[in-house]
């Protein structure tokens, strides 16, 4: 573990009524917190003059303390760097702990918390290049641009940008946001609807909680994106798994699956993860299932801005003359993942339901980036990414595209090239997507499995391959390592 700030001071309690010694509380307040593993190995303890002036002490207790945690093998010098925590104590600590875990005391959670899918470190989300997931060409981000004005708010914040508290997001971002979704994906709305989130993520976790009550049945896509499974489990809710065809999600399926759903979360622009396109009957379909049933529509529009056999489709929530859609966007997928913000469109209606859901969650946004993101969006950087990005994904993919057939032939049935910064192949009977994918993560291709997007059994076996991350001049290289990691059953 690394060295931490040399100005942060440890929490020793000393009690002037005790009649234990000051250097003997000194000396006990360093000794646990070092076993506890509150102190690691290597961290800097303060000097004993800064230690004695924040206890309001005088220096000696804290010298005799020093020199008895010196003598003990708790404390090593370095002459002119300091006071560390020896190295020997790491392994006495993870024992400690170890023993506080084992201790056979009953240590409860919520089953709330048992409901969600565990977290698991699988290979392929953790590394970045060729076939990664949700991943832009980051070398052809303009960062001086953003650099440069992320630098001004830094040096010049704006008053409400350090002290005002608005749960919805910082009103000229979401102006900024409302002229960029009338104007591009047809979205009705006004800035007042709109709300910051920090990611689609974090969206759909809103709308689940006040949309849904636990028992409820919802519509999910089959397969669909797995983390919004996740959330309706964990919040207790019955989900609906609806198959999704070439004109995406099967809307006369779903009312005999479940009639009784009180919501359907759908990408209809580009479907997660086949990346098909609802096409306008469905769409129509969908919208009048819920005026009927009195239910709700979760559009999580994630990487519409990209399309490349056509123009971006519009909007299943422009479609909606009930006001029953919540649309999600994003711009962590088109500018960069660590970002984290999002944005939710909200009816009217249900504005204070969602503001008091939101101020209880997190209170309110972080306003940094959304000045940034705002000055870049109005001055004409985000619609010139847009449409640099367009033009590069698409070479990108037709490089994918052409690879993917010259080295597979027919082995591998391709889905959903036609927009977003991904596509699908499905494999060949016997073929195991997720050993696959481990087996390729070992190469320092990070693909990921298709079939983990199902509920339901049998899944199909299958790879999904992001290309915006891969230039055109290494997808054949790629894709011919790929085909060796596919061949080795």
Not at 82 to 96: D, H, I, L, N, Q
């Amino acid at each position: 573990m690394g060295e931490v700030s040399r100005g942060i001071l440890p929490v020793i309690a000393i009690d002037r009524e005790s009649s234990e010694p000051l250097h003997r509380q000194v000396y006990a307040g360093f000794r646990d917190a070092i076993l506890r593993g509150d102190l690691r190995a290597g961290q800097q303890v303060p000097s004993s003059r800064t230690l004695a002036a924040e206890l309001a002490i005088s220096r000696f207790p804290v010298l005799d303390a020093y020199s008895q945690l010196h003598a003990e093998g708790f404390f090593r010098s370095r002459v002119g760097a300091g006071t560390f925590v020896a190295a020997s104590f790491p392994a006495a600590t993870g024992e400690a702990k170890a023993s506080a875990r084992d201790s056979g005391a009953r240590r409860s959670v919520s089953r709330r918390a048992g409901r969600y899918p565990a977290f698991r470190a699988v290979p392929w989300r953790h590394g970045w290049g060729a076939f990664g997931v949700h991943q832009p060409a980051l070398d052809q981000f303009p960062f001086e641009i953003w650099s440069r004005l992320t630098a001004r708010h830094s040096r010049s914040p704006r008053a409400h940008a350090l002290h005002r508290i608005d749960p919805m997001g910082l009103e000229p971002f979401r102006e900024a946001i409302c002229t960029y979704l009338r104007a591009s994906r047809a979205v009705r709305c006004e800035p007042s609807q709109i709300m910051v989130v920090s990611g689609s993520q974090q969206a759909l976790d809103i709308a689940t909680r006040v949309l849904l009550d636990e028992g409820d049945a919802a519509w999910v896509e089959e397969p669909c994106y797995p983390l919004a499974r996740a959330i309706l489990t964990g919040a207790g809710c019955r989900s609906v798994p609806v198959p999704v065809d070439d004109a995406g999600l099967d809307v006369a399926a779903g009312i005999r699956l479940g009639v009784d759903a009180r919501a359907a979360f759908v990408t209809p622009s580009h479907h997660y993860a086949l990346g098909v396109t609802m096409s306008a009957s469905r769409r129509f379909q969908l919208l009048e299932w819920a005026r009927r049933a009195g239910a709700w529509i979760v559009e999580d529009d994630y990487d519409s801005e990209y399309r490349y056999e056509s123009m971006p489709i519009p909007s299943l929530q422009g479609l909606d003359g009930e006001q029953r859609v919540i649309y999600i966007g994003t711009f962590s997928k088109v500018l960069f993942p660590s970002l984290r913000l999002g944005y939710m469109v909200i009816p009217p209606d249900l504005m204070e339901r969602f503001l008091s859901v939101r101020f209880a969650m997190d209170i309110f946004p972080s306003y940094l980036y959304q000045e940034v993101l705002t000055d870049f969006m109005k001055a004409g950087h985000f619609a010139r990414h847009i449409r640099r990005m367009r033009n590069l994904y698409k070479a990108r993919r037709t490089a994918l595209v052409e690879n993917l057939r010259a080295e597979f032939g027919e082995e591998l049935e391709i889905h959903g090239a036609e927009a977003g910064m991904h596509l699908t192949v499905t494999l060949p009977q016997g073929c195991r997507d997720t050993e696959i994918c481990t087996r390729a993560a070992a190469e320092h291709l990070w693909l990921w499995p298709l079939s983990p997007c199902y509920a339901e059994s049998p899944a199909r076996q299958g790879l999904i391959l992001g290309f915006a991350n891969t230039p055109e001049e290494q997808m054949r290289e790629a894709v011919k390592r790929l085909k060796t990691v596919v061949g080795r059953q």
